[in-house]
């Protein structure tokens, strides 16, 4: 356990149960907080959802908000990163703090574009070689981030 304070994970109105299973199992391993933006693609009793976090949902905080403007609205701006392919600025340019929130959109659409114009000098992306690609999987990019964060601050 760590004695600062945890980052935190959002994933906007995820879609696709494996990969917020998959992240939820990432925030337990690393005492990251899961936030989950409504509304959801899926019931939480999905047993895709449960299969991916395997036996490990008892060591994951998860809190829910019922809509984007919620969640935003209860954070101080500083302590928000998004992340999209709709922007050149790379995670690693990004100094993170324990406490920030990384903030991923859904599997299909993303972020909503209001947001991305809104925080748009807090967007950043992990960058492909391959533009054919449209991006990456949901729970492998906030791994990237997530252990880049931890790096920085040397929890790792």
């Not at 047993?47 to 019922?66: F, S």
Request: charged fraction near 25%.
């Amino acid at each position: 356990m760590f004695t600062t304070p945890p980052f935190n994970i959002v994933l906007v109105e995820p879609e696709i149960p494996p990969n917020t299973g998959t992240t939820a199992r990432l925030c337990g391993a690393t005492d990251t907080v899961l936030h989950l933006v409504k509304p959801l693609g899926f019931n939480t009793d999905d047993k895709h959802l449960k299969r991916a976090g395997l036996d490990y949902w008892q060591y994951v905080k998860i809190v829910y908000w019922e809509n984007i403007d919620d969640f935003l609205t209860a954070q101080a701006e500083k302590k928000l990163y998004f992340f999209t392919k709709k922007t050149g600025k790379p995670y690693t340019s990004a100094k993170f703090e324990p406490g920030d929130f990384l903030i991923f959109g859904k599997e299909t659409k993303g972020l909503p574009e209001e947001v991305i114009r809104l925080y748009i000098d807090r967007c950043y992306t992990i960058p492909m070689s391959n533009r054919k690609i449209r991006s990456l999987n949901l729970a492998n990019a906030a791994g990237i981030v997530l252990y880049e964060a931890l790096r920085q601050q040397s929890l790792w």
